[in-house]
């Protein structure tokens, strides 16, 4: 079964500083993966989206990179926000189980102003 | 893109009753999703329920405990039966419109048992 994992678990920075959170997965045999934040009492809003062929993706101030062969994936977030605090997840579709998706325990990023 | 709505949005309900979520999404899709998230946990599958058929269930999880419904292409329900204080969870409907596809996600709903 995959595993998924996300480092740091929780990640504080001073606005205006460029950081990147980590996601790292056991099976390196997916799909595509993908990348969410989660705000308090909300629901999952999806930010990028890399397929399994690609090697990074970017929007906006956001670039996400996917190696398959390490199992690795991070999400760089340019010049931060204090809107930006939110919990950030990691997930992995698998290519054997359909729409099957695994998710990471996440990042908690705080902006400080 | 997808637009979900879930109803409700949160609820306080007593072990050993019932409750039923509501997912509704703004066009015609062929898969949704049902997800879990308890506290200070990451999001697990549930099942997937596809229009016309039985839903799939994951490992884990059985049909008696979180019965599906999916009677059209824009609607699903979720039962959480007989709750306990365990199943306290945020319980999330999404959606994704082809395999390989963003998933979008309903707001979610936060069930506390009592």
């Known amino acids: 079964k995959q595993e998924v994992t996300q480092i740091p678990a929780a990640l504080s920075v001073p606005e205006g500083e460029n950081l990147v959170l980590n996601c790292s997965f056991t099976?390196?045999?997916?799909?595509?993966l993908q990348w969410f934040r989660q705000d308090p009492g909300k629901g999952l809003t999806s930010l990028l989206l890399i397929q399994s062929s690609q090697r990074e993706q970017t929007s906006g101030r956001l670039n996400a990179s996917l190696d398959k062969s390490s199992g690795r994936s991070t999400l760089y977030i340019a010049a931060s926000q204090p809107g930006d605090s939110a919990t950030y997840l990691c997930?992995?579709?698998?290519?054997?189980?359909?729409?099957?998706?695994?998710f990471g325990t996440g990042t908690s990023l705080t902006v400080i102003p | 893109s997808a637009v979900i709505s879930q109803k409700p949005s949160r609820d306080i309900c007593q072990r050993g009753t019932s409750l039923t979520i509501q997912c509704q999404v703004d066009?015609?899709?062929?898969?949704m999703f049902w997800y879990r998230q308890q506290p200070g946990q990451s999001l697990t599958l549930i099942a997937t329920a596809n229009q016309g058929s039985e839903a799939t269930y994951e490992s884990g999880f059985v049909i008696d405990k979180f019965p599906i419904s999916r009677p059209n292409l824009t609607f699903s329900t979720l039962t959480v039966s007989n709750m306990s204080p365990e199943d306290s969870s945020i319980y999330l409907c999404s959606v994704d419109r082809d395999r390989g596809d963003t998933q979008y996600f309903g707001p979610g709903t936060r069930l506390t048992v009592l």
């Open positions: 066009s015609q899709v062929t898969m």
């Open positions: 099976d390196s045999a997916i799909y595509n």
């Open positions: 997930a992995v579709g698998e290519a054997d189980t359909g729409n099957q998706f695994y």
